[in-house]
């Protein structure tokens, strides 16, 4: 499989492919179930989660073998409310050593919540997820990107609670989460309590004056591939690490079909036979690992770095 990429090498461009082929990239996965996703907020009342066809075990065993086969390491972000019900599952990732963090408890959105709430679930998802690995939780990733403008303050209740790399803003504009001005590439947070944060922010590319979201999800689905792969080519090419996130049920294609509006419809069945093919691809053509793997990779010092009340203050 390398020599035939190999062989495309375009011979006037020979530096920048083996600039490309040395950045390590950051492969992550939001452990939920299909029903726990915030397109289904309004349609199914939490307390009847327990009452629907869990698909979990068999997309996440179908993930690590994915991984297995290309010998990828990944960080994954696991709903509190799973690991509850299925310890097995982070059992079973950390076995194959991969990175285990939070994405909350109950996948409430974080702009949605007080303060308070917010800090009692996410102290019950890392209390599930270190019973059960017998470790700190040191990732976390917010439930849909919901640290906002509005939701900033959730950073440094992370730090509190010991978590050290967060990856939960996306650096868009878009109807549900974002912050289009903030920086694109990992950056260090000093609160003034001394703790620290590193913010790995989801990938874009620069066009016409404006970031596209390149690296995931619903657009690792919808957008053409070609897009994709040209974006992360950009950003590793310029010495810039892509990260990547997909949902188990994104692997599903059998997924239970929900009535819910015509955008969210699009949104969430779309292509879900092609993701597996897509990251097949991409796990072939550029180098993947965990978050920890990649920010260690880098000399993190040399990242920018922010006084967050002073600097977090422009973005919106
Ligand atoms: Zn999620």
Redesign the pocket.
């Known amino acids: 499989m390398y020599k035939v990429l190999t062989n495309n090498i375009k011979p006037d461009y020979p530096d920048v492919k083996l600039q490309e082929k040395k950045v390590l990239n950051a492969i992550t996965v939001?452990v939920?179930d299909w029903f726990?996703?915030?397109v289904f907020k309004d349609v199914f009342d939490y307390r009847d989660w327990d009452h629907k066809e869990s698909r979990i075990i068999p997309n996440i065993c179908r993930i690590i073998s994915l991984f297995n086969e290309y010998n990828i390491k990944g960080t994954f972000?696991v709903?509190g409310w799973i690991a509850e019900r299925f310890p097995e599952i982070v059992l079973t990732i950390k076995k194959y050593g991969h990175e285990i963090g939070s994405?909350?408890y109950s996948?409430k959105l974080i702009y949605e919540m007080s303060k308070s709430s917010f800090i009692d679930d996410l102290e019950r998802s890392l209390s599930i997820l270190e019973t059960i690995t017998n470790e700190k939780v040191r990732f976390f990733?917010a439930?849909?990107y919901s640290i906002t403008k509005e939701t900033l303050w959730a950073l440094e209740i992370l730090s509190e609670r010991g978590i050290e790399y967060d990856s939960s803003i996306f650096p868009i504009k878009h109807d549900t989460y974002g912050m289009k001005s903030m920086p694109r590439f990992p950056f260090r947070l000093n609160f003034t309590n001394g703790n620290k944060l590193v913010e790995f922010p989801l990938s874009t590319i620069r066009l016409y004056g404006k970031n596209i979201p390149i690296a995931g999800g619903g657009y690792l689905r919808l957008f053409p591939f070609w897009f994709i792969k040209g974006g992360i080519r950009k950003l590793n090419i310029e010495g810039k690490p892509a990260i990547i996130y997909f949902?188990p049920w994104e692997l599903d294609p059998d997924l239970p079909r929900i009535d819910v509006n015509l955008i969210s419809r699009y949104r969430n069945y779309s292509n879900l036979d092609i993701t597996e093919f897509r990251l097949r691809h991409l796990f072939s053509e550029f180098r993947f690992g965990t978050i920890g793997n990649v920010l260690e990779s880098y000399n993190i010092q040399s990242w920018p770095s922010f006084e967050p009340k002073d600097q977090m203050a422009g973005w919106n």
Do not use: A, I, Q, Y
Request: net charge negative; glycine share 0%.
């Open positions: 939001d939920e726990n996703v915030s972000f709903l994405h909350s996948h990733r439930p849909s949902h």
